[in-house]
């Protein structure tokens, strides 16, 4: 059994990272997407919302599980015996910080490898942050994020107070 992790933040999750999911599980038996506990920025969504967004987004998918942990992201591969973890790497400008992680977590660990998956062309361009800031300025992200994400973006606009022009 070929485990594979995908981490991240998934503040909230995109079809951008759903679309890495499939991709990874063409690879291996099993993604776990964990989410972490202990992002360094303050969450738009609370971590209970990424991880709820999360088991929506999966459910049906065979092979994929949601789950989250806190500290190093290399002990938890540790103890899940998994085989590797999948990043997705959309452009170049993402390479830097993924090759930094990367190379720190198999200083960690040298048994650690990393991933690199792109995801279709579509998603190039999207990230959870671009998704956030259009959504809060009252743009659409139609087709860009699971329908339940839409709703709670929406939701959230509307508790916000109006931006001015
Ligand atoms: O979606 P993100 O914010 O790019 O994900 C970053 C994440 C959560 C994968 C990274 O910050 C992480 O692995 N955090 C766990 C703590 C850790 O091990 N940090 C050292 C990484 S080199």
Do not use: W
Request: with cysteine.
């Amino acid at each position: 059994m070929r485990i594979a992790i995908y981490p991240g933040s998934f503040d909230p999750v995109t079809n951008g990272h759903l679309d890495i999911v499939k991709r990874g599980l063409q690879l291996f038996d099993r993604v776990i997407v964990a989410v972490s506990e202990n992002s360094l920025k303050s969450p738009y969504f609370s971590f209970s919302e990424r991880v709820g967004f999360l088991e929506e987004a999966v459910k049906g998918m065979q092979g994929v599980c949601v789950e989250h942990f806190s500290g190093l992201l290399a002990n938890y591969m540790r103890a899940k015996k998994a085989a590797a973890v999948i990043r997705g790497l959309r452009a170049v400008s993402d390479f830097e910080y993924e090759f930094q992680m990367a190379l720190m977590n198999r200083y960690q660990d040298a048994g650690f490898e990393t991933v690199f998956l792109m995801p279709d062309a579509r998603y190039t361009y999207l990230s959870s942050s671009l998704v956030r800031e259009v959504s809060r300025l009252g743009g659409t992200v139609q087709g860009l994020v699971p329908g339940g994400v839409e709703k709670a973006l929406r939701k959230k606009r509307s508790l916000l107070p109006p931006a001015r022009h």
